[in-house]
């Protein structure tokens, strides 16, 4: 891959849906996050890992049409040439918030700016749409997310025990907000 990197953020369209989950790729779990709730704010430390792990999600299995033109969510593609890096899959929340569903990009394109650019972009949807900011959810043991979503203008606006009930590695779920 050379540098610079050339990137385009363009909507799914019906010639896109093939390789939407493209950017569905391993990432590392180097830790986890602990958080804590003192006089009504939200802090946490990291907990690093002696040992980082590698996980990968399983390919989303969803309607892709209903994004498409739709007035209420959109996924937006990050391109590098034909190449498909890069996704952030957004929603129109009931709190006028835009909730990303998830944003994923390829493990040999991280650290180019893409995820950034996706950001950019999804922000830019969601102040058309007049919403108040952007939210998501990651997992507290995805770090390296959770510092990405800092360095972008995140806060952490919440802890739920309970989301993960069912899955045995995942204690908290974590509530990044950011308020344009």
Known sequence: MS??????????????????????????????????????????EEQLFDRPQSI???????DWTSYIDSADRIVLLAFSGASCVGQ????????????????????DYRQHGIGRKLLDA???????????GLSL???????????????????L????TLKQFANPHIDWTLYWYKVF
Do not use: M
């Open 3 to 44: 540098n610079p990197l050339t990137i385009s953020i363009r909507p799914l369209d019906s010639s896109t849906v093939t390789v939407v989950n493209d950017a569905n790729d391993t990432f590392p779990v180097i830790g986890y996050i602990s958080p804590q709730f003192i006089d009504g704010e939200w802090s946490y």
């Open 56 to 62: 990968r999600f399983p390919d989303d299995q969803l």
């Open 88 to 107: 952030i899959r957004v929603h129109r929340d009931w709190n006028r918030f835009a909730y990303i569903e998830n944003i994923a990009v390829r493990s």
């Open 157 to 160: 606006g919440g802890v739920d």
């Open 122 to 132: 999804a922000t830019q949807w969601a102040k058309e749409k007049q919403l108040v």
């Open 137 to 155: 959810e990651a997992q507290h043991d995805n770090v390296i997310a959770c510092r990405f979503y800092v360095r972008h203008g995140f806060k």
